[in-house]
């Protein structure tokens, strides 16, 4: 199994700390948000690589960051490659899907990949969820759930059948459907190649990764991870701050 972590946005919501310095790096609690990640999927069975995604701008820090954590040694055996989408500013960018493509064009076998967002930071175990991933023949979605409807209005809400599967997302929706929001973190099988290809080729929008799961739940079978925990959504200046404050307040 390989994982992506996708990097390549410009977080132009959090200037000026992002105006010259990427957010999957901005320091948390001491420690860059991206170590909290991979800390999490370098012990993940079946793990065979890690793919970072990132754009033209900010490429660089994170070729920097990879030297120095490759001789520290905290990649362990795991292989972990940066890619470059060629992107300068929100006017050219891929989205989150066209990243993905490129990611999964560079690893040589389809396969099963986790793919992630890199600027959360997730306060469960990762471990667990990829076992029974690895157990099963269907994609695997986080679900978590969420009651306050000016934060439902700003992310990917989900819509759960019976047996937990999942039949839609609706991305910030005015309206939403429910209370289970969906994270950027994903299981998916090695069908998703084919899937992502077509979505690229026929869908419109592809920048938000909610709408290629919204597109692959009418496709195949998606099931959700039900999760009573939290995440620290680096999404603004004000949710930096404040994930930054807990962490040390857990660490002190």
């Known amino acids: ?23 999957p790096l901005l ?8 170590d909290y990640l991979m800390e999490q999927i370098v012990v993940l069975p079946d793990i065979q690589s890690v793919h970072i995604v990132s754009n033209a701008k900010f490429y660089k820090h994170f070729v920097h960051w990879h030297g120095e954590r490759q ?15 060629g992107s300068t500013d929100n006017t050219n960018r891929l989205g989150a ?4 493509q490129l990611a999964l064009q560079r690893i040589d076998t389809p396969g099963r990949v986790l793919v992630t967002g890199g600027d959360n930071i997730y306060r469960f175990p990762l471990k667990p969820l990829c076992k029974t991933f690895l157990q099963n023949t269907h994609h695997y979605i986080v679900a978590l759930v969420e009651t306050e409807l000016a934060k439902l209005q700003k992310t990917g809400v989900l819509e759960i059948g019976e047996d937990n ?35 690229l080729e026929t869908e419109g929008n592809h920048d938000a990764p909610g709408y290629f799961i919204d597109y692959l739940c009418r496709q195949e079978a998606v099931q959700a991870f039900k999760l009573d925990f939290k995440r620290f959504d680096i999404g603004s200046v004000e949710s ?10 857990n660490t002190a």
């Not at 994982?3 to 310095?21: E, W």
């Not at 001789?71 to 989408?85: K, P, R």
């Not at 899907?97 to 993905?100: E, I, N, S, T, V």
């Not at 930096?240 to 307040?249: H, N, S, V």
């Open 1 to 23: 199994m390989n994982a992506v972590i996708l990097c390549a946005g410009f977080a132009t919501r959090m200037f000026p700390l992002t105006r010259d310095f990427p957010k």
């Open 71 to 85: 001789a520290g040694g905290i990649f362990a055996e795991t292989s972990v490659h940066i890619h470059n989408d």
């Open 240 to 249: 930096y701050f404040e994930a930054d404050r807990q962490l040390r307040q």
């Open 165 to 199: 599967r999942v039949l839609g997302l609706q991305e910030k929706p005015d309206k939403p459907i429910g209370t289970w929001i969906c994270p950027p973190l994903y299981f998916f099988q090695p069908s998703v190649w084919s899937k992502l290809n077509h979505f």
């Open 97 to 100: 899907a066209g990243d993905l």
């Open 27 to 34: 320091k948390v609690a001491g420690r860059p948000v991206l």
